[in-house]
């Protein structure tokens, strides 16, 4: 800029003193006011450096955290869950969240599994495919046991197409399905006709012309380019995806146009994804799976690499101690319902998709995306207030995602069980609402935090490392 | 959101009172302080509320912006400018900014003048190209003379392919030509083979390919409804079209697959547009141009319905004397420079780009795209600053174009030469820099205020009124 003010008004410079978070500091100098900031933060323990037996966890995390930051997720390829997926087998179903029986399940992950087991050819109909779930017949696991991750109810059955993400860094993969849209979808717990038929249209249509296309691009695409991108154009990757689904459009159109030789076939493949701005959720997620699994099983680590809802519980894992999970009874969405719906439709927080938060955007790149207040409720302030709290409990910032309303700061990255503890300040989340009962489908978006308690038992858990 | 902070720690609210310009306190409050505003302005004669002869300038500058904002443009169609643009005429040369002559034109719209001619076969080269444009054979006029818009040099020759964006709300015509990308481009003053190779492919596939596409749509592509959505989307709509082009690819693409029977060349098409950001500027343009015609003529109204560069003067038309440009020198951008270049490279303020701004976009709604500062330097904070200090000298906001980030504050629309005056504040600019010598093209992108003596002027006949 050729000059700080072009005005001819004299005006009065401010002048603030700023105690404690942060946060307030940057967001008052973003605005070009001059803050005197005085850190200070009230008495607390000091800070676990060191586990019982020695290790270094600020260098455990920094590891971590410097492990996730530099993954570079990269769309190959897709395939067929059952022939893809390693470890599937026949009577398996994949969920979100923590591990959950049938019989604690929620209204909208029965729901979907209900549709996926008719959808599989497995049942008749709805109930059928409920008492097939109840008789033990089938195996439900969490997506993350098998390096999957799917939004909302995040049902996963043998024959849906997913995606493939390579870790080009580390050379590890990660897998999500094709994103169904909004409304009645199965992810949200609605079945029925309607869902069947586009599931089916996504297995014979959508699937095979974009895998074709997808895997002739030599190298792949940069997901990590596309979201690094999409951040600076008003998503945040996880509820707001217009930006990264456009991106992704730019990027696979070419080879789709050339690979398809049926162009009216190719025309409506275009069509659905650009008629749903959340496509590119669930391959936002799968990279941002492919990140966090690479600095899984760093002794020490205190930095979350999971953090899951499956509509019961809320659950989370750390790098130190990647195969245990941590759970707490799952929250209470606030949110902003649509038209005929209320809370007390709504079903507690459900998903995978909290995988994006816990790589370091998502909710807490907030501040990229004020526009999302216009989906999940609040005002493009608080979505700045999101961000700038959740520098307080993270490790390190993400030195790939940038905020430009922060000059071009680095996204929290790496959650920090110590700090959620030192701080009570607790990883904030925005999210869609499935409605409760089973068969019905969204009703609404919204925001929360994540339930104190597996941060209570986690740090516990560390105390004795 | 669910609270409005979930952190433990105390907080000291911070207070402020602010006196004078009313942008601080917009910012501060957007940031969720707590401020005082003191409505102060430094003493000055009181604002001219009627002409001499008693006409209500408040009430007219309100229908100006009204008849602005409610237009609504829409790309209903392409042709070949001799055959599209009223009035066109066969050795007729359109460019940027007011009126001037060859002797006056500055290096990059000569350059561009001698690119169009060889490209047109009226001359072989682009000496002899020059010895035409000098000999009077070539008429010159300004493209707002004919409802066009150009950026930078703004050639427009007859042979060149233009959009036709339709103002649904008033019935009338803008034209704009296809953008050709960045770097050595015609636009930006260059000439040569590689230049003439583009501007063909440009004509014989392009242009026909697009045309058939954007024409099978009914309704056409509503541009309002893109750029509303691109200002959400980290675009101004000048200088960052990122997002503009994505959603128009995602607009037209579905149309190029189904009317485009050769594959290869649909997907040559797009990968043009894809790989060009500023594809959309010259649509951003037009529609702006389209928004801004309906206002011209109404009596008494101090709104600028025009605000044009050539390289050598600055020109601006107010809504109540649509006929009678203002001029002064082009100012000096300060600016960010490609690899090889200084600012001793860098020809004055050039091009109609400045359509955006005067239709309360572009460079007016920066702080709607805080990563422009990779682009034309400067921090996000600036961007916001630009932003809160055109609302001092605007008369409206626009009410289909919001900020997000402003808590979905309207843009600042309509340049009010009164306010202009009273304040001492000057519409800010951005926009890309040419070489000065003719041939060269892109030497960086920058920011500067306008010049004030067109408004020192204006004013003058306002007075006269």
Redesign the interface.
């Known amino acids: ?3 700080k ?8 410079p ?1 002048s ?6 942060h946060g ?1 500091v940057e ?2 100098r ?4 001059e803050v005197t900031a005085v850190d200070w ?2 008495p607390s323990a000091p800070r676990l450096t060191h586990t019982r037996t020695g290790v270094d966890i600020e260098a455990a995390n920094a590891e971590a955290t410097a492990r996730i930051a530099q993954g570079r997720p990269v769309l190959v390829g897709m395939g067929i869950a059952r022939q893809t997926i390693p470890g599937y087998h026949d009577r398996l179903i994949l969920h979100a969240g923590p591990p959950v029986s049938w019989e604690r399940m929620c209204g909208p992950q029965r729901g979907a599994v209900m549709g996926a087991l008719v959808h599989e050819g497995w049942a008749q109909d709805e109930g059928e495919a409920a008492e097939l779930a109840a008789s033990g017949e089938v195996e439900f696991a969490p997506c993350h046991h098998y390096h999957a991750v799917g939004p909302m109810a995040g049902i996963i059955s043998p024959s849906m197409p997913v995606f493939i993400v390579r870790n080009e860094t580390f050379g590890n993969l990660a897998y999500a399905t094709q994103n169904e849209g909004l409304g009645r979808v199965l992810r949200y717990g609605a079945y029925g006709p309607d869902i069947y038929q586009r599931l089916r249209w996504m297995e014979d249509t959508l699937y095979p012309t974009l895998k074709t296309a997808v895997e002739s691009i030599a190298g792949g695409i940069d997901l990590r380019a596309l979201i690094s ?1 999409a951040l ?4 945040e990757g996880h509820n707001r995806n ?2 990264g689904t ?2 992704f ?2 990027a696979v ?2 080879a789709l ?2 690979t ?2 049926d ?2 076939r ?2 409506e493949v ?2 659905f994804i ?1 008629r749903n701005d959340h496509f590119f959720l669930n391959l936002s997620m799968a990279a941002a799976k492919s990140t966090l699994e690479p600095a899984e099983g760093i002794a020490g680590a205190t930095i979350l690499t999971v953090m899951a809802r499956n509509g019961t519980d809320f659950g989370i894992r750390m790098a130190g101690a990647p195969e245990r999970w941590f759970v707490a009874p799952a929250g209470i969405v ?1 949110g902003l319902y649509l038209p005929g719906y209320t809370a007390a439709d709504a079903n507690p927080d459900i998903g995978d998709s909290t995988v994006t938060e816990t790589a370091g955007f998502g909710g807490f790149a907030m501040a990229a995306a ?2 999302i ?1 216009r989906f999940v ?6 979505a ?3 961000t700038l ?1 959740m520098y ?1 409990i993270c490790f390190a910032e993400h030195e790939h995602f940038t905020i ?5 700061r680095g996204t929290p990255l790496g959650i920090d069980v110590r700090r959620v503890m030192e ?4 990883p ?1 989340l925005n999210t869609g609402i499935a409605h409760r009962e089973p068969g019905i489908g969204m009703v609404g978006a ?4 994540a339930p104190e308690a597996c941060f209570v038992e986690a740090f516990a858990a560390i105390r004795e490392w």
Chains 1, 2 share one sequence.
């Open positions: 800029m050729p000059e003010s072009t005005s001819a008004l004299p005006t009065t401010l603030v003193v700023n105690v404690g978070l307030f967001s008052l973003a605005q070009g006011v933060r009230p991108q600076h154009m008003g998503d217009r930006a456009s991106l459009l730019r159109t070419p146009m050339r398809c030789p162009r009216e190719a025309a275009f069509e650009e606030d004020p526009a207040a409720g609040g005002t493009p302030e608080d700045l207030r999101a709290e307080e430009p309303a922060l000059n071009f701080t009570g300040i607790r904030r919204g925001v929360l935090p």
